[in-house]
């Protein structure tokens, strides 16, 4: 089951224009585990390795703990949710410092 601050290779399928596309990297942002293994839906940021220099992506470095190759950028503006049949295979997880990265950018861009 996918956890909070785990990064899965994700299969996004075939893409709207400005979506993320075919199999990549994402960030599992929620639900907590609390709603047990048959809640069948994960909230997840996608990953790419594009450096746009906003403000509004996270850094991800590439190391054994995260386990990307490249230095990655979590596209916060991509939130969404998908199925768990999605998830391929689990590759890594954040740090504790990303996350709160991460956490205050998609409480700034929710205005929640």
């Known amino acids: ?7 899965w290779l ?3 399928g075939d893409p709207y224009p400005g979506e993320p596309a075919s199999h990549r990297p994402a960030l599992v942002i929620g639900p907590p585990d609390t709603f047990g293994p048959g809640f069948p839906f994960v909230i997840m940021i996608p990953l ?3 450096r746009r220099v906003l403000s509004i992506h996270v850094e991800v470095e590439a190391t054994a703990a ?3 190759n490249n230095t990655s950028y979590l596209q916060c503006e991509l939130i969404r949710s998908v199925n768990q049949n999605r998830l ?3 590759i890594g997880a954040i740090s504790t410092d990303v996350s ?3 956490a205050a950018v998609v409480k700034t861009l929710l205005n929640y």
Do not use: P
């Open 48 to 50: 790419t390795t594009s």
């Open 100 to 102: 709160s990265n991460v």
């Open 66 to 68: 995260t386990g990307l």
């Open 1 to 7: 089951m996918a956890s909070v601050d785990d990064i």
């Open 88 to 90: 391929i295979h689990r």
């Open 10 to 12: 994700t299969d996004f």
